[in-house]
C-alpha cells in the first residue's frame, strides 16, 4: 500500500488546507493575502514512502510573477514558513 506524503498549509494562523496531498506535479492553490506581512507555513503530516517531504511555495501576483519562494525537506512534524508582504 502506497502511503502518500502529506502537508497541512496554514496562511496567518488560520488553516487553510488541512490536508494535501504532495505530487510531482505540483498543487496550485489560490490565497488571498492580507495588506501587510503573511505568514505562509506547510507543517508534514506524514513523510509517505520516501522521507523526508520535499515542499516547494511559490507565490505569484496577479500578474504570474513570482514575488516570493521557498523549498524545504520536512520530517513529520516539522514546519516551514514564508513571509510575504503585500503592499
Keep these: 500500500r ?32 492580507t495588506e501587510g506581512l503573511n505568514s505562509l507555513e506547510f507543517y508534514a503530516l506524514n513523510e509517505g514512502r520516501s522521507s523526508p517531504n520535499t515542499a516547494e511555495l511559490k507565490v505569484l501576483d496577479e500578474s504570474g510573477n513570482i514575488i516570493g519562494s521557498g523549498q524545504w525537506l520536512l520530517t513529520t512534524g516539522y514546519k516551514a514558513r514564508l513571509i510575504v508582504l503585500k503592499q
Design 2 to 33: 502506497c502511503v502518500s506524503e502529506t502537508v497541512k498549509l496554514v496562511l496567518n494562523k488560520a488553516i487553510i488546507h488541512p490536508n494535501i496531498t504532495l505530487r510531482n506535479a505540483g498543487n496550485i492553490i489560490d490565497v488571498k493575502l
